[in-house]
């Protein structure tokens, strides 16, 4: 059953299913690691954290598809932009607004957890703010700047 920390695993994985791409997880997690590594089997996968214990619970997924590093504020310069599906769930917002500005022109998608009263609306040219059916909060953010969201269906999920 759904709680409150995964509501946004339907934005997230119908962007997955969107894209062909490689795929950047920014705050490991139970409701995500594991299941980006299900659906993305085969794509370049990079799971970022800024609490190496933390990220160790998650190593034994570690391949030649899927890394993991620590955040640093020179992550973007060793690991590139070009990212189909960004989530942005790191442990603080000064983090997650950092990645957010840096990443906003260049990934296809950026799905961003705990949007609710964060005004991030005026980022990207698309944009919707999903509620998941079962748990209304916290709200999930998708955003582009390249791809519209006209083929987007997400299914146990509404926006607006």
Known sequence: SMKDESTHQPILF?????????IL?????????????????GRK??????????LDHFRHLESDTHQFALFSDKLFEEY????AVVFVDLS???QRMWAIEKLR???????????QDKNLDRLFV????????????????????????TGINVEGASYG
């Open 126 to 149: 698309y944009h919707r703010e999903y509620r998941t059916n079962d748990f209304p909060m916290p709200t999930t953010l998708l955003g582009s700047n390249i791809r519209t969201l």
């Open 105 to 115: 022109y260049f990934a296809e998608y950026l799905v961003i957890h705990d949007a």
């Open 92 to 94: 603080t917002w000064d």
């Open 25 to 41: 997880e920014l705050g490991a997690g139970y409701s995500s690691t594991e299941q980006i590594h299900l659906l993305a089997e």
């Open 80 to 83: 590139g932009r070009d990212w």
């Open 45 to 54: 996968i990079l799971t970022v954290d800024d609490n190496q214990v933390w």
């Open 14 to 22: 119908e962007a997955i299913r969107q894209t062909t791409g490689a």
